[in-house]
Nanobody, 122 residues
Framework: QLQLVESGGGLVQAGGSLRLSCAASGRAFSSATMGWFRQAPGKGRDFVAATNIGSRTYYTDSVKGRFTISRDNAKNTVFLQMNSLKPEDTAVYYC????????????????WGQGTQVTVSS
């Protein structure tokens, strides 16, 4: 099993940067695809980025070139570096883990963090 705890959210002006961290407890971290999802008020939980066990990375189109996902298997931590933030990036950001190897499918992630709020002001 994995327990996930996010940190690093906050309030930032448009154009600014934030770095989210997700610390995992459990021995399965290095075997898991790690993803970030976000949920804006009144909307569903959408895929943002993921990194698989080979550290290959995947992004939704709207964040390509602005966000970078990375993982540190020695520290059981995954990061999301967010640059050039826009008001439409405002959401609760969730870290998730998939032992099935799935990347984009919300339903294939078995473990979820509690979420961290990111607010981008215009």
């Amino acid at each position: 099993q994995l327990q996930l705890v996010e940190s690093g959210g906050g309030l930032v002006q448009a154009g600014g940067s934030l770095r989210l961290s997700c610390a995992a407890s459990g021995r399965a971290f290095s075997s898991a695809t790690m993803g970030w999802f976000r949920q804006a008020p009144g909307k569903g939980r959408d895929f943002v980025a993921a990194t698989n066990i080979g550290s290959r990375t995947y992004y939704t189109d709207s964040v390509k070139g602005r966000f970078t996902i990375s993982r540190d298997n020695a520290k059981n931590t995954v990061f999301l570096q967010m640059n050039s933030l826009k008001p439409e990036d405002t959401a609760v950001y969730y870290c998730a883990a998939s032992l099935l190897g799935s990347v984009y499918s919300f339903s294939s992630y078995e473990y979820w963090g509690q979420g961290t709020q990111v607010t981008v002001s215009s």
